[in-house]
């Protein structure tokens, strides 16, 4: 169980990479990347979930406060998700209403402008 997080600079946004799961153990590793591209000033910011297997609360909750701390600056959040069973916990979850969920990078990226 680990997480691999990767972020670069793509455009007007900084993409943050995700491949594994998301869960209680692995969150706080996501948590610090998110925290520390919004420490240095960087607002749009696309999350890419197409490597993630699992995500749980845990993960989503980071995923959630991400938000709410850009959205304060006049920033957002776009996810690119392309798995079903993880799209899925969106749709339940109904945060399909607060996130921007996309099929690819570049459609994430065109709805941050």
């Known amino acids: 169980m680990d997480i ?3 972020v670069r600079e ?9 491949g594994g799961e998301i869960d209680v153990y692995t969150s706080p ?3 610090d990347a998110i925290t ?3 420490d240095q000033g960087h607002y749009n910011l696309v999350i890419n979930l197409e490597k993630v297997r ?4 845990t993960g989503l909750g980071v995923l959630i406060g991400g938000l709410k701390r850009v959205r304060e600056h006049g920033g957002t959040v776009s996810l690119v998700c392309t798995n079903p069973q993880i799209r899925k916990i969106f749709d339940i979850t109904g945060l399909v209403k607060i996130f921007g969920i ?3 990078e570049t459609e994430a990226q065109k709805a941050l402008v």
Do not use: H, Q, R, T
């Open 4 to 6: 691999k997080v990767n």
């Open 10 to 18: 793509s455009g007007d946004a900084y993409v943050v990479e995700l």
């Open 29 to 31: 590793k996501v948590k």
């Open 36 to 38: 520390e591209l919004i």
């Open 54 to 57: 699992y995500i749980d609360s």
């Open 102 to 104: 996309y099929d690819d």
